[in-house]
């Protein structure tokens, strides 16, 4: 279900979120998902300043993802910031992008998963870093009122 956000060309262009309906499900691991929640609630436990990178690498790898990791949003700056970034993208930890033209925001906008195709066609941030995506999936989240998007890229 889109919301009725209004978005600009360029940026509605590259929303396919329509196919993710489309695309068949892997067979659920359930062993696999069980024993990833155990080892979250360990280092939850154990570890909490390891929660982030882990949470990403285990979502990154049950996913077949290239890259993954949560963008938060910064109020007082009105921008995100990108933490626990691994795989492909992992040399823009701690980068930023604006909240009112990037994916993350636009994820936000929507409040629904997003799935874009090439976002770099339609932001430039990601043109001049001069690296390709060829889709990322974004997720909404909340956390004690602060706004977060966890991406996953995709090749």
């Known amino acids: ?3 009725q ?3 600009p060309d ?3 262009a590259i929303i396919i979120s329509d196919q993710l309906a489309d695309r068949q499900s892997a067979a659920p691991d359930f062993l696999r998902e069980k024993l ?3 080892d979250l609630a360990e280092v939850m436990s154990d570890h909490p300043e390891e929660i982030l990178p882990r949470l990403v ?3 990154m790898e049950i996913c077949g993802a290239h890259s993954a990791g949560i963008s938060i949003f910064e109020p007082e700056a009105n921008q995100f910031r990108w933490y626990a970034l691994a795989g492909e993208l992992s040399t823009f930890e701690g980068a930023t992008t604006p909240r009112n033209f990037s994916p993350c925001g636009v994820c936000l906008d929507l409040a629904e998963p997003t799935l874009m195709e090439h976002p770099e066609r339609a ?3 990601i043109g001049e870093a001069r ?3 060829p889709e990322v999936l974004l997720v909404p ?3 004690k009122s602060a706004a977060a998007s966890p991406i996953a890229w995709s090749g």
Do not use: F, H, K, N
Request: include cysteine.
């Open 131 to 133: 690296i390709t995506v």
């Open 57 to 59: 690498r285990t979502g």
């Open 141 to 143: 989240l909340g956390v």
């Open 1 to 3: 279900m889109r919301s």
């Open 36 to 38: 990833a929640i155990q």
């Open 123 to 125: 932001y430039d941030c």
């Open 5 to 7: 956000a209004r978005l």
């Open 10 to 12: 360029p940026v509605a």
